[in-house]
């Protein structure tokens, strides 16, 4: 059992099943304890002595039966009842393992970008597959431990020293030095579960950077080096498990010699009193056979107890690392919201200043800048100088002061941020595309969408040719991030997935770089037939991109420094003249290719 704040709900939340569990376990518990008992009576009744006694069960077969029939009664109840038992605690672990990985998915998706930029892929997997498996069986395991070394040992107990409480004190003594091993052991296996646990997020953090980057490693020819690397994180992990291992066999073995040593001590214990009697009574064969399956039964509840300490130290261990994410900030949140039924697509910028988080430098200094509705906007300028930024701050991806940025002449900061990310349709620049069919990832916007609407919008991103060419055509599968595709078909297959959203405000961000020049001017073309009076932003590096739409925007070291359409800027903007001039020189060299 585990106690916390993210887990204690489902102690109500399931209570019949943990209630029924622990009924069907005491009853298992209890009758379990009746078959001492039985083959004590049985093995006294057709003992030696049994022949001389007119009254025993050597003289009285049937006696025999009903004792037989007794313990096949036993028998059923135990087998219903630890089928319960099971079913009910080892169910509910399983139920409540994931629901919190419902719940830490769930918190995933509220978290902010900053989160992700520090704190790696393979920690968070360890989290969820690791950590999540050591509380479910402290929920199942760690229960049925629980009970039964409160009740199956106070049961066994009760028994021994009704039987006989001489060796039941010689069985107890060293029992309770097990329980001090194993909390003395258990305190060093928690430290050395955690180090084994930050050697694991290692290797899975290392294995799962190598898998996405597979073709780098490759086209660098890197194979021995990661394979070296591997083989150096592997073996880190390796001795950590191996260092956890020695201390858990430790404690293993020495419960087993302490609990054999004891075993030894009651036969040869038993054994005198039954030569000698117990107390002036004589200590029958059965008895010592029954004392000795009491003692039996009791030795699980303290080794209950031993494993229980050493799960609960990992169990812990792991539920503090899922309650620190768990209780992770969550940055983007909704206040002082005010209604927006619907948003039209004009934009303002008003005196916009951002910093990351994590960063000391503005990216982006007093930016001002109004988009009407309807208009189809370029934003152009060098790498790092704070385009994609203004993506993420519409997206609401990052919090900024309020009075920067305006929809529709509200403050963004104001209105829901899903309702602002419902009537933005977004290509981003890695163009990420999910393992599943071509006609989901287009339509993923929505839970269902009409097979005229995914061909329409794959008409409209030039990409529908290229997909009828594949054997299942829509219905193809895409591998890991979309690895079936070239990079100018998951570009069009993401302009594809944005279109059919029709948003009312569309972002690409530099989202045409890898097509041709001609497949660009057919989806150019495209656009603006179909985003005729709403409102487009389009990222952009070549020229060629943004020349012919509304409005231009150029951008240097996270400041506009020009404004205009294409002819405007050539004449008043310095850096655009620039830019204009390096692409002309680019496309002659390259034969009419930029």
């Not at 064969?285 to 031993?306: I, S």
């Not at 620190?324 to 200043?353: C, K, Q, T």
Request: glycine letters at 6%; one cysteine or more; proline letters at 2%.
């Amino acid at each position: 059992m585990i106690f916390g704040k993210n887990v204690n709900r489902y102690y109500y939340k399931y209570f019949f099943f943990f209630l029924f569990g622990l009924l069907a376990l005491l009853a298992v518990n209890w009758f379990q304890l009746e078959i001492p008992r039985i083959c004590g009576e049985i093995l006294d009744g057709i003992g030696d002595d049994a022949v001389l006694n007119p009254d025993s069960l050597f003289h009285h077969p049937e006696g025999i039966k009903i004792l037989m029939l007794e313990l096949a009664g036993i028998a059923l109840i135990m087998f219903i009842g630890r089928f319960t038992w099971r079913y009910c605690i080892f169910g509910v672990a399983a139920r409540i393992e994931a629901d919190i990985r419902s719940d830490m998915f769930a918190h995933s998706l509220k978290l902010s970008n900053a989160y992700y930029k520090h704190h790696k892929t393979g920690a968070l997997m360890a989290l969820f597959t690791n950590d999540l498996q050591v509380i479910r069986q402290a929920f199942g395991s760690g229960t049925v431990m629980a009970i039964d070394a409160i009740f199956l040992g106070s049961f066994a107990l009760y028994k021994m020293f009704s039987t006989n409480w001489i060796l039941s004190c010689f069985s107890i003594i060293p029992m309770i030095l097990i329980a001090v091993i194993s909390v003395l052991v258990g305190r060093v296996l928690k430290e050395k579960f955690r180090i084994r646990q930050e050697a694991y997020e290692t290797l899975s953090d290392f294995a799962q950077e190598n898998f996405s980057g597979l073709a780098v490693v490759k086209a660098f020819v890197k194979e021995v080096h990661e394979i070296r690397h591997f083989d150096k994180i592997n073996e880190e992990n390796r001795l950590k498990n191996i260092d956890y291992v020695k201390y858990a066999t430790l404690l293993n073995v020495l419960l087993t010699l302490i609990i054999s040593s004891i075993f030894a001590l009651l036969f040869a214990g038993g054994s005198y009193f039954v030569i000698h009697g117990f107390m002036g009574k004589p200590f029958r064969v059965g008895q010592m056979w029954e004392f000795v399956g009491y003692f039996d039964a009791v030795v699980w509840p303290f080794m209950a107890v031993a494993q229980l300490i050493n799960m609960r130290a990992q169990a812990n261990a792991s539920l503090k690392r899922v309650d620190e994410y768990l209780a992770e900030p969550i940055d983007i949140v909704d206040r002082d919201v005010i209604d927006v039924d619907h948003i039209n697509g004009s934009i303002e910028f008003r005196h916009l200043n951002f910093t990351y988080p994590d960063g000391s430098n503005t990216v982006l200094s007093d930016i001002t800048l109004a988009i009407p509705e309807g208009t189809m906007v370029g934003i152009i300028g060098k790498t790092g100088c704070g385009k994609t930024t203004i993506v993420d701050l519409l997206l609401r991806t990052y919090n900024i002061e309020e009075k920067q940025i305006f929809i529709d002449g509200k403050d963004i900061m104001h209105i829901p941020y899903k309702r602002v990310r419902e009537n933005i349709g977004y290509v981003p620049q890695d163009n990420f595309l999910f393992s599943d069919t071509i006609a989901n990832n287009i339509a993923f916007a929505y839970e269902s969408s009409d097979e005229e609407s995914i061909v329409m919008a794959a008409k409209f991103a030039d990409v529908h040719s290229n997909i009828e060419e594949f054997q299942e055509k829509y219905n193809t599968i895409l591998g890991e991030r979309g690895v079936t595709l070239s990079g100018g078909q998951k570009q069009r297959v993401s302009i594809a997935r944005a279109i059919i959203k029709d948003p009312a405000i569309l972002i690409f961000d530099d989202s045409v770089s890898a097509v041709d020049t001609k497949t660009e001017e057919t989806i150019l073309r495209n656009l603006k037939k179909l985003r005729e009076g709403k409102t487009t932003l389009m990222i952009a590096h070549r020229i060629s991109t943004v020349e012919t739409l509304d409005m231009i925007v150029v951008m240097d070291e996270g400041k506009i420094v020009g404004v205009g359409k294409h002819e405007e800027l050539l004449k008043g903007c310095p850096l655009y003249q620039e830019m204009v001039h390096l692409q002309s020189l680019e496309k002659e060299i390259n034969g009419g290719e930029i």
